[in-house]
């Protein structure tokens, strides 16, 4: 019986470092200094400006007449991304996006620099690309 306890404690001490250690390297950018990013985060950087989601959302992602989407991806899932980009929300003036390759073709990429925004680790809009 004591065992048993033992055994269950254990597994829930290593079961929850697991999903601890798997939601540090969840994170879908990584980026040094703050703005060298690795090179699917800035195909993201470069899908942003290409389609100038800048227009509507400001050009540090602080909003304008678009939502903050630093503050946005706070809560937002990355389903919800997905869903908003690709269909948009006519009726409250975010286009769709779902007939644009280059943001369809980056919808992941620009999820990853956006994230990055969001979460503070990027801390400047204007990325580099990080040296190999
Ligand atoms: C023509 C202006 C316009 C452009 C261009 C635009 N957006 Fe939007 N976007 C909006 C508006 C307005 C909303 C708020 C809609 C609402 O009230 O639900 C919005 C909402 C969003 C949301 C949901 C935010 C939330 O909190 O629910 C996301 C994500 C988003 N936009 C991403 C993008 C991305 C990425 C691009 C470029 C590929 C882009 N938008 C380009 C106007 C724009």
């Not at 290593?14 to 060298?36: N, R, S, T």
């Not at 100038?52 to 304008?64: I, K, Y």
């Not at 996006?97 to 503070?120: E, H, T």
């Amino acid at each position: 019986m004591r065992l048993k306890i033992a055994l269950i404690g254990a597994c829930a001490l290593l079961c929850m470092g697991g999903a601890v250690a798997a939601h540090a390297e969840d994170k879908p950018y990584k980026v040094v200094d703050g703005y060298k990013v690795d090179s699917e985060t800035m195909k993201g950087f470069r899908a942003w400006r290409a389609a100038a989601c800048d227009r509507c959302h400001g050009a540090n992602q602080e909003g304008l007449v678009g939502p903050s989407l630093v503050n946005s991806l706070k809560t937002l899932t990355k389903d919800e991304f997905v869903k908003t980009v690709t269909n948009g929300r006519l009726d409250k003036g975010m286009q769709s996006f779902g007939n644009s390759p280059v943001v369809m073709d980056n919808i992941n990429q620009l999820y990853a620099y956006l994230k990055g925004r969001s979460d503070g680790a990027i801390t400047r809009a204007k990325v580099e690309e990080m040296p190999k």
